[in-house]
């Protein structure tokens, strides 16, 4: 999922046409959430590749609605990157709306421009979530991986081939979809009490 040069200069055009009052938002009633036939939206944030995976829970049941990821070349500048993920969120948020967002946790990092950035393309997704008012959580990556292998230092393979197996998949979905779907899946682990730390809400 990428954006057009048409695309960004349309955003531009919104944010500079309007000021949204925070009271706007306010009014924006949560959406009620059942875990038994819940739309569960994960995120894996990044700038250049941030992950997504919609699932839908059936009872007992899980199935993917869809799952990708929003990239932005390296030769982007950063603030398009964040437009494009704005709007790639805001079509994810639209189509099939979920009953709430969750995002992998942010994990400590070395390098505080990585961390910063990373902090940025998240707040690019939680914005858009929180104007519509749909309820965001975060999980721990090992606690992600921990709910679905059973190892919290597992690799990317490892969560791939799961997911796919999970949700009968034809094939491994991208590595920062199945990233995003692992982290859908665990939520609803969650509410069956599969995972003994609770998401915090964001």
């Known amino acids: 999922m990428g954006i057009k040069k048409s695309q960004f200069e349309e955003l531009q055009k919104r944010l500079k046409s ?11 009633a949560p959406r009620p959430f059942d875990p038994a036939a819940a739309v569960i939206l994960g995120i894996d944030p990044s700038l250049r590749a941030s992950g997504f995976g919609k699932i839908r829970l059936a009872g007992r049941t899980m199935k993917a609605i869809d799952y990708g990821v929003i ?3 390296k030769s982007w500048p950063k603030s ?5 993920i704005l709007l790639g ?3 994810l948020l639209a189509e099939d709306p979920p009953d709430c967002c969750v995002f992998e946790g942010l994990f400590y ?10 902090g940025e393309a998240r707040g690019a997704s939680l914005a858009a979530a929180g104007s519509r008012g749909i309820d965001s959580y975060e999980l721990a990556p090992r606690k992600v991986k921990q709910a679905l292998v059973g190892f919290g230092g597992a690799q990317k393979s490892a969560i791939a081939k799961m997911v796919q197996r999970l949700l009968s998949l034809d094939q491994e979905p991208m590595p920062d979809a199945a990233d995003a779907l692992a982290i859908a899946i665990a939520f609803a682990f969650e509410h069956s009490g599969v995972i003994l730390h609770p998401p915090v809400r964001i």
């Open 80 to 84: 398009r990157c964040l437009g494009a």
């Open 109 to 118: 990092s070395q390098n505080l421009k990585t961390a910063i950035i990373m």
């Open 18 to 28: 309007k000021l949204v009052q925070g009271n706007e938002v306010d009014s924006v």
């Open 89 to 91: 969120m805001e079509r």
């Open 71 to 73: 990239e932005c070349p």
